[in-house]
Protein backbone atom coordinates (compact mmCIF):
# COMPACT_ATOMS: atom_id res chain seq x y z
CA UNK A 1 0.00 0.00 0.00
CA UNK A 2 3.06 2.66 1.19
CA UNK A 3 3.95 2.56 -2.75
CA UNK A 4 0.85 3.88 -3.64
CA UNK A 5 1.63 7.12 -1.79
CA UNK A 6 2.07 9.99 -2.93
CA UNK A 7 3.84 12.81 -1.42
CA UNK A 8 4.22 14.92 -4.12
CA UNK A 9 0.96 16.13 -4.45
CA UNK A 10 1.79 19.27 -1.56
CA UNK A 11 3.88 20.20 -4.70
CA UNK A 12 1.01 20.62 -6.62
CA UNK A 13 -0.95 23.63 -7.38
CA UNK A 14 -4.27 23.59 -6.14
CA UNK A 15 -5.35 26.23 -8.57
CA UNK A 16 -6.42 28.99 -5.66
CA UNK A 17 -5.08 31.34 -3.63
CA UNK A 18 -1.98 29.42 -2.45
CA UNK A 19 0.86 27.91 -5.36
CA UNK A 20 0.98 24.76 -3.63
CA UNK A 21 -1.17 22.33 -1.04
CA UNK A 22 1.82 22.51 1.10
CA UNK A 23 1.57 26.23 1.59
CA UNK A 24 -2.19 26.10 1.64
CA UNK A 25 -1.13 23.47 4.93
CA UNK A 26 1.09 26.11 6.20
CA UNK A 27 -1.31 28.60 6.58
CA UNK A 28 -4.32 26.29 7.63
CA UNK A 29 -1.38 25.66 10.78
CA UNK A 30 -1.02 29.32 10.80
CA UNK A 31 -4.87 29.59 11.82
CA UNK A 32 -4.81 27.14 14.01
CA UNK A 33 -1.87 28.06 15.80
CA UNK A 34 -4.06 31.85 15.80
CA UNK A 35 -7.39 30.08 16.85
CA UNK A 36 -4.96 28.26 19.80
CA UNK A 37 -3.58 31.22 21.15
CA UNK A 38 -6.32 33.91 20.99
CA UNK A 39 -8.41 31.25 22.73
CA UNK A 40 -6.04 30.69 25.24
CA UNK A 41 -5.20 33.85 26.22
CA UNK A 42 -9.45 34.09 26.56
CA UNK A 43 -9.29 31.16 28.48
CA UNK A 44 -6.82 32.21 30.71
CA UNK A 45 -7.98 35.99 31.48
CA UNK A 46 -11.33 34.46 32.48
CA UNK A 47 -10.82 31.31 34.08
CA UNK A 48 -8.18 32.81 37.05
CA UNK A 49 -11.15 35.55 37.44
CA UNK A 50 -13.71 33.02 37.80
CA UNK A 51 -11.68 30.65 39.72
CA UNK A 52 -10.70 33.26 42.30
CA UNK A 53 -14.03 34.55 42.37
CA UNK A 54 -14.87 30.77 43.74
CA UNK A 55 -13.49 31.28 46.38
CA UNK A 56 -14.10 34.43 47.61
CA UNK A 57 -14.68 34.35 51.81
CA UNK A 58 -17.88 36.59 52.70
CA UNK A 59 -19.09 36.86 48.89
CA UNK A 60 -21.98 34.29 48.40
CA UNK A 61 -23.53 35.92 45.36
CA UNK A 62 -20.11 35.81 43.69
CA UNK A 63 -19.04 32.57 44.37
CA UNK A 64 -22.72 31.74 42.77
CA UNK A 65 -21.81 33.12 39.60
CA UNK A 66 -18.57 31.58 39.16
CA UNK A 67 -20.24 28.48 39.86
CA UNK A 68 -23.03 29.27 37.17
CA UNK A 69 -20.41 29.94 34.58
CA UNK A 70 -18.90 26.80 35.24
CA UNK A 71 -21.89 24.50 34.92
CA UNK A 72 -23.10 26.33 32.06
CA UNK A 73 -20.04 26.23 29.95
CA UNK A 74 -18.69 23.10 30.83
CA UNK A 75 -21.68 21.19 30.54
CA UNK A 76 -22.94 22.18 26.87
CA UNK A 77 -20.88 20.56 23.97
CA UNK A 78 -18.09 22.36 22.62
CA UNK A 79 -19.58 22.02 18.72
CA UNK A 80 -22.83 22.87 20.19
CA UNK A 81 -21.21 25.92 21.39
CA UNK A 82 -19.80 27.15 18.78
CA UNK A 83 -22.62 26.60 16.77
CA UNK A 84 -24.19 28.86 19.03
CA UNK A 85 -22.31 32.02 18.92
CA UNK A 86 -22.35 31.73 15.44
CA UNK A 87 -26.35 31.36 14.61
CA UNK A 88 -27.20 32.63 18.18
CA UNK A 89 -25.71 34.86 19.95
CA UNK A 90 -25.11 37.64 16.83
CA UNK A 91 -29.07 37.02 16.05
CA UNK A 92 -29.35 38.15 20.34
CA UNK A 93 -26.56 41.30 20.51
CA UNK A 94 -26.96 42.92 17.28
CA UNK A 95 -22.90 44.59 18.07
CA UNK A 96 -21.80 40.97 17.32
CA UNK A 97 -23.08 40.88 13.91
CA UNK A 98 -20.44 42.71 12.48
CA UNK A 99 -17.80 39.54 14.34
CA UNK A 100 -15.89 37.19 12.00
CA UNK A 101 -16.12 33.44 12.08
CA UNK A 102 -12.16 33.45 13.27
CA UNK A 103 -13.33 36.15 16.26
CA UNK A 104 -16.67 33.82 17.29
CA UNK A 105 -14.80 30.66 17.32
CA UNK A 106 -12.00 31.99 19.53
CA UNK A 107 -14.44 33.23 21.91
CA UNK A 108 -16.43 29.78 21.85
CA UNK A 109 -13.35 27.67 22.36
CA UNK A 110 -12.43 30.41 25.10
CA UNK A 111 -15.19 30.15 27.11
CA UNK A 112 -15.23 26.94 26.80
CA UNK A 113 -12.02 26.25 28.18
CA UNK A 114 -12.43 29.08 30.87
CA UNK A 115 -14.46 26.75 32.55
CA UNK A 116 -12.07 24.27 33.22
CA UNK A 117 -9.55 26.34 33.73
CA UNK A 118 -11.81 28.21 36.46
CA UNK A 119 -12.05 24.92 38.27
CA UNK A 120 -7.83 24.27 38.58
CA UNK A 121 -8.09 27.78 39.50
CA UNK A 122 -10.60 26.81 41.84
CA UNK A 123 -8.80 23.45 43.48
CA UNK A 124 -5.46 24.98 43.38
CA UNK A 125 -5.98 28.12 45.84
CA UNK A 126 -8.51 25.72 48.07
CA UNK A 127 -5.38 23.04 48.37
CA UNK A 128 -3.24 25.86 49.86
CA UNK A 129 -3.00 25.70 53.68
CA UNK A 130 -5.09 28.12 55.58
CA UNK A 131 -2.33 30.11 56.69
CA UNK A 132 -1.46 31.68 53.64
CA UNK A 133 -4.31 33.36 53.91
CA UNK A 134 -3.99 34.06 57.58
CA UNK A 135 -0.29 35.02 57.14
CA UNK A 136 -1.84 37.79 54.05
CA UNK A 137 -4.33 39.56 56.58
CA UNK A 138 -1.88 39.55 59.30
CA UNK A 139 0.39 42.11 57.86
CA UNK A 140 -2.98 43.91 56.71
CA UNK A 141 -3.43 42.79 52.97
CA UNK A 142 -6.81 43.57 51.81
CA UNK A 143 -8.49 40.60 50.20
CA UNK A 144 -7.48 41.68 46.24
CA UNK A 145 -4.16 41.99 47.68
CA UNK A 146 -3.46 38.79 49.48
CA UNK A 147 -4.96 36.74 46.39
CA UNK A 148 -2.81 38.76 44.44
CA UNK A 149 0.60 38.58 46.16
CA UNK A 150 -0.25 35.22 48.13
CA UNK A 151 -2.47 32.84 46.72
CA UNK A 152 -2.54 33.27 43.27
CA UNK A 153 0.55 33.03 42.91
CA UNK A 154 1.45 30.00 45.22
CA UNK A 155 -2.04 28.09 43.55
CA UNK A 156 -0.16 28.73 40.00
CA UNK A 157 2.45 26.58 40.87
CA UNK A 158 0.12 23.71 41.93
CA UNK A 159 -2.08 23.99 38.64
CA UNK A 160 0.72 24.14 35.69
CA UNK A 161 0.33 20.38 35.16
CA UNK A 162 -3.36 20.31 34.25
CA UNK A 163 -3.35 23.60 32.69
CA UNK A 164 -0.31 21.84 30.54
CA UNK A 165 -3.56 19.50 29.62
CA UNK A 166 -5.58 22.48 28.82
CA UNK A 167 -3.42 24.56 26.89
CA UNK A 168 -2.56 21.01 24.85
CA UNK A 169 -6.31 20.16 24.72
CA UNK A 170 -7.11 23.80 23.08
CA UNK A 171 -5.50 23.17 20.05
CA UNK A 172 -6.85 20.23 19.32
CA UNK A 173 -10.44 21.61 20.54
CA UNK A 174 -9.74 24.32 17.73
CA UNK A 175 -10.64 21.30 15.07
CA UNK A 176 -13.76 22.62 15.77
CA UNK A 177 -13.57 25.82 13.57
CA UNK A 178 -14.46 24.12 10.33
CA UNK A 179 -17.78 23.74 11.12
CA UNK A 180 -17.88 27.54 10.98
CA UNK A 181 -15.84 27.68 8.16
CA UNK A 182 -12.19 28.84 9.44
CA UNK A 183 -9.83 27.58 7.27
CA UNK A 184 -7.47 25.59 9.90
CA UNK A 185 -5.89 22.43 9.61
CA UNK A 186 -9.31 19.95 9.54
CA UNK A 187 -11.05 22.04 7.31
CA UNK A 188 -7.61 21.91 4.91
CA UNK A 189 -7.93 18.58 4.93
CA UNK A 190 -11.13 17.95 4.58
CA UNK A 191 -11.15 20.05 1.58
CA UNK A 192 -7.74 18.37 0.08
CA UNK A 193 -9.13 15.03 0.31
CA UNK A 194 -11.89 15.73 -1.83
CA UNK A 195 -9.93 17.41 -4.25
CA UNK A 196 -6.82 15.24 -4.51
CA UNK A 197 -8.55 11.65 -3.16
CA UNK A 198 -5.08 11.36 -1.10
CA UNK A 199 -6.94 11.06 2.31
CA UNK A 200 -3.78 9.13 3.90
CA UNK A 201 -1.53 11.96 2.95
CA UNK A 202 -3.35 14.72 3.55
CA UNK A 203 -4.55 13.06 7.33
CA UNK A 204 -0.67 11.67 8.11
CA UNK A 205 0.40 15.21 7.29
CA UNK A 206 -2.23 16.69 9.15
CA UNK A 207 -1.63 14.48 12.36
CA UNK A 208 1.78 15.16 12.16
CA UNK A 209 1.31 19.16 12.88
CA UNK A 210 -1.22 18.56 15.37
CA UNK A 211 1.53 16.51 17.02
CA UNK A 212 4.01 18.87 16.40
CA UNK A 213 1.92 21.55 18.37
CA UNK A 214 1.11 19.39 21.15
CA UNK A 215 4.76 18.06 21.86
CA UNK A 216 5.94 21.79 21.37
CA UNK A 217 3.43 23.13 23.91
CA UNK A 218 4.43 20.30 26.71
CA UNK A 219 8.04 21.26 26.05
CA UNK A 220 7.33 24.54 27.06
CA UNK A 221 5.20 24.10 29.78
CA UNK A 222 7.92 21.72 31.32
CA UNK A 223 10.11 24.14 30.83
CA UNK A 224 7.81 27.07 32.80
CA UNK A 225 7.02 24.11 35.78
CA UNK A 226 10.46 23.83 36.31
CA UNK A 227 11.22 27.33 36.59
CA UNK A 228 8.46 28.02 39.07
CA UNK A 229 8.81 24.89 41.48
CA UNK A 230 9.30 25.00 45.13
CA UNK A 231 10.52 21.29 46.01
CA UNK A 232 7.93 19.59 48.10
CA UNK A 233 5.07 22.88 47.91
CA UNK A 234 2.34 21.23 46.39
CA UNK A 235 2.88 18.06 48.61
CA UNK A 236 2.76 20.11 51.56
CA UNK A 237 -0.21 22.51 49.86
CA UNK A 238 -2.75 19.49 49.18
CA UNK A 239 -1.64 18.05 52.75
CA UNK A 240 -2.32 21.49 54.59
CA UNK A 241 -5.68 21.94 52.68
CA UNK A 242 -7.32 18.86 54.21
CA UNK A 243 -7.26 19.96 57.93
Known sequence: MGSNWDWQMFLQDPGGEYPTYWQWMLSAWGWTVSVSLLALVVALVLGFIIGTLRTLPNSPVLVRLGNAWVELFRNIPLLVQIFLWYHVVPALIPAMRGLSSFVLVVLALGFFTSARIAEQVRSGIQALPRGQRYAGMAVGFTTFQYYRYVLLPMALRIIIPPLT???????????????????????????????????????????????????????????IEKRLRIPGFAVAGRAGGGH
Open 165 to 223: SETMNIFKNSSVAFAVSVSELTMFAMQVQEETSRGIEVYLAVTALYIISAFAINRIMAV
